[in-house]
Every structure is written in C-alpha cells, then in structure tokens.
C-alpha cells in the first residue's frame, strides 16, 4: 500500500480555535512533511520529521506545532487560527532525509478558518 | 526571491498537440522531480530527475543542472493530461527538502 493517507477532507475551523490534522502512511517511510498549498501557488514546506526529529521552517516555527508517536502517524497542530491559515494541507513521506526516493503525497485537507 | 520559477503558469493545447513546461531555479540542487495533480486529486510523481533525460511514454524529462532548468515535455497530448504540473527541487545545501514551484494548469480541449 502506497498510500498516505489524511483525515478530515474538508475541516472548518473558527478564528482563534486550535485545529489538529492527522496523516498516516504504512510504507514504514523515515519522513513524514507537512505543505501548505494556497491557491496559484507553490507548496510551501512547514515542518518535516526525519524519524523522531522535528524540523520546523524558520518563518513557520511559531505558527505550526507538529507530533509522531509513531513511525506510521504525524498530525499538524494550530493552536489558534487565523483567517490566513485557510489552504489545502498536504501530508507527504519519503525514506530517508535526502531525496534519493520519490515523495507519496496524501490528498491533503482543505482548512477553511471563518 | 522565488528559487523555483515554472513556465507557462497556465496553458491550452488542442488534444494531439505537444507541450513543454519549463521549471528553472535559482539555487543548486541535489535532484529534482516532477509532479502532476489532477484536479482534485493528489500529488503523484511523474519522474525522479536529478540529471539527463528520462522517458515515460508520453512524457520526456530533462534536466541540465548546469544550466539549473528542467523540462518536461508531453508529446500527442490527451483531455485526461489536464491538471496541474509542478516541479521540486531538492536543495544542495542547508536542510534536505523540496522546494516547489507554482505549477503549470495545463488543459487539453478535445
């Protein structure tokens, strides 16, 4: 199974509540990203996990919380929405931390913050 | 700046007509590689393409990393090729990550 899986699609969240989403993979995969995508544009890398360790992007470390229990599991944390938090979040793994395997990409899950 | 520029942003072909999308960056990489995503759909990898040309049917990637570009080129093109094409570049220094580009929305018209 090939697959990365995110739960929920769709996640509608108020202004100043905390949002938690969840992503999964059975590759037995060592990272495990974090993307946020806005439309016409790129994604935007927030936070990776090489195995136990978290990386977070300099100009997202205050904004992202991250957590792996497990090899398999990561969720991504916001501890209070804005309206500019509102993007698709894509979810990814690969083996290793270099790129000399491809990345699997979950179908992400569209946050809108009213 | 921006270190992965991707070119046309958007594009229509007529169904059997050729294309090429360009991806050029700004910083040296470790490898690359190209993405395609149907509307609504998820991120699936077309080529891993650090250096040289690869095949894929109907698809061809190059990369030169001298010149810091990669190319993709879809060749007879059919209405299920519509969506959106994105390159990322693996960075040679700092963290090891994938930079993307924008994208190219690329419709083919019957």
């Known amino acids: 199974d090939t697959t990365v899986k995110q739960n929920p699609r769709y996640k509608l969240a108020r202004v100043g509540k905390p949002v938690n989403l969840i992503c999964s993979q059975t590759m037995n995969h060592d990272t495990m990203y974090w993307y946020q995508k806005k439309p016409n544009q790129a994604p935007k890398l927030l936070l990776f996990?090489?195995?136990?360790?978290?990386?977070r992007e300099a100009d997202t470390f205050e904004k992202f919380q991250s957590s792996r229990p497990n090899n398999s599991f990561c969720s991504l944390y916001i501890g209070s929405a804005g309206l500019e938090y509102s993007a698709m979040y894509l979810c990814?793994?690969?083996?290793?931390?270099?790129?000399?395997?491809?990345?699997?990409f979950g179908s992400g899950t569209r946050l809108t913050v009213l | 700046g921006q270190q992965v520029q991707q070119s046309p942003a958007s594009l229509v072909l007529q169904e059997g007509e050729n294309a090429e999308l360009q991806c050029n960056f700004s910083t040296s990489l470790n490898s690359m590689q190209w993405f395609y995503q149907r509307p609504g759909g998820s991120l699936v990898s077309l080529f891993y393409n650090p250096s040289g040309t690869k095949h894929s049917g109907r698809l061809t990637s190059t990369t030169v990393i001298k010149e810091r570009r990669s190319s993709l080129h879809i060749s007879s093109s059919q209405t299920t090729d519509s969506g959106t094409y994105l390159c990322?570049?693996?960075?040679?220094?700092?963290?090891?990550?994938?930079?993307f580009g924008a994208g190219t929305r690329l419709k083919v018209i019957a």
């Open positions: 996990y090489y195995d136990k360790i978290l990386n």
């Open positions: 990322a570049l693996e960075r040679s220094t700092g963290n090891y990550k994938y930079v």
């Open positions: 990814a793994s690969s083996t290793g931390q270099g790129a000399t395997e491809t990345l699997y």
